[in-house]
């Protein structure tokens, strides 16, 4: 090539830049914030106890399963992403479904909540809500839904409260934390390499920053999750469609919460580094969890090319848990994918609800 058409190019190539930026202009005015707004099922406060919310979600059918189920999802980001647009929410598709579903919003905690603990959450918040569930449906037992670290939770809980769990469903939950190469497990182990201490972390910060989390995932995946991201995000501005769908997935990736001190402490120390939660060593309480003494019926949902929590860390659990009734489910999507894929919701909900239906 001639540098005269090589410079015949470059114009060529910065003048649909231009011309796509512009473009971007005229879409990104036509949206409004409820054209990107998320989480948007319509939805009742039925508990609140300090930061935290329990919601139901208002049933679409006249007469849902007769025992509800309650998600809970992780304390890093929100649990809006499981209801992120109206055609791609497996909220709203367990609903519609027939499920009567409870969802526990954390919040976003503040300075004065920097000494909540791993115990504060699972045998406080989810108990409690638990509890306002069972008396509200008159039952001795309830199902439960957990989401990647709402699923340790809800594995944690369930340990300690079998009494009041029905049936337990987890999703892309890490269960063993030595195995697989995910990004957590980079960053969770360079603590253990003295590169970053998360003693001095937490006296220097308190809570946790939710933007910091986002940046150090960031600098996990640098081209993907930024560069890459936003140069391809040109390719949708004459689309309102599709940049909708985006602004909806920013809009949920940075709204991210500050994480409770102390709480984070006791999640990387005894989780990640430690990997107690296999070895029966976690201890909420003064009790100890055995997930051992899990008998009853469990489905574990992963993610085939999960980067997050590794396949290896969730199908762990078959070598840990106690049940006999123990079923295994994957997807060939990532980790946000089994949330947001419409070919995932197409038919994910529905084996959960009819797993769900089976055991009642």
């Known amino acids: 090539m001639t540098p005269q058409s090589i410079q015949l190019d470059m114009m060529k190539e910065f003048m649909e830049l231009n011309q796509k930026a512009m473009q971007g202009m005229v879409t990104l005015g036509n949206l409004s914030e409820e054209d990107i707004a998320v989480g948007t099922a319509p939805k009742e406060v039925v508990y609140q106890e300090n930061k935290m919310t329990l919601y139901h979600i208002k049933p679409v059918v006249e007469k849902p399963f007769e025992i509800p189920v309650l998600i809970s999802y992780a304390l890093v980001n929100r649990p809006n992403v499981a209801d992120l647009q109206e055609n791609r929410s497996l909220i709203r598709n367990l609903v519609n479904l027939g499920l009567d579903v409870y969802l526990i919003d954390w919040g976003y905690p503040s300075r004065a909540d920097r000494w909540l603990t791993m115990d504060d959450y699972i045998n406080d918040y989810i108990d409690t809500c638990v509890d306002v569930i069972r008396e509200r449906h008159n039952l001795d037992k309830i199902n439960i839904l957990g989401i990647c670290q709402g699923g340790t939770f809800s594995l ?14 987890l999703t892309v939950t890490p269960v063993d934390f030595a195995v697989g190469d995910s990004l957590i497990n980079r960053w969770g182990h360079a603590v253990g390499d003295s590169k970053m201490d998360v003693d001095q972390l937490i006296e220097a910060f308190g809570n946790i920053p939710g933007d910091f989390m986002n940046l150090g ?11 890459r991201k936003y140069f391809n995000m040109s390719d949708m501005f004459g689309d309102e469609k599709k ?20 709480a984070y402490r006791q999640f990387m120390t005894d989780f990640y580094l430690g990997n107690k939660l296999v070895k029966g060593e976690v201890e909420l309480d003064g009790q100890r969890v055995d997930l051992s003494e899990i008998k009853i019926p469990v489905l574990n949902v992963y993610a085939e ?14 070598e840990y848990i106690g049940t006999d009734d123990y079923t295994v489910q994957s997807y060939p999507v990532g980790h946000i994918g089994m949330y947001v894929s419409s070919k995932v919701q197409k038919t994910m909900p529905s084996a959960v609800v009819d797993w769900y239906k089976n055991r009642a």
């Open 217 to 227: 995932f960031v600098y996990l995946r640098p081209f993907e999750l930024n560069l």
């Open 305 to 318: 090319y999960d980067t997050i929590v590794p396949p290896a860390s969730t199908k762990a659990l078959e």
């Open 156 to 169: 944690c809980y369930t340990a300690l409260h079998q009494e009041k769990v029905k049936n337990l469903v």
């Open 243 to 262: 940049l909708a769908n985006f602004l909806r997935m920013e809009n949920w990736i940075f709204d991210s919460p500050d994480l409770a001190g102390e």
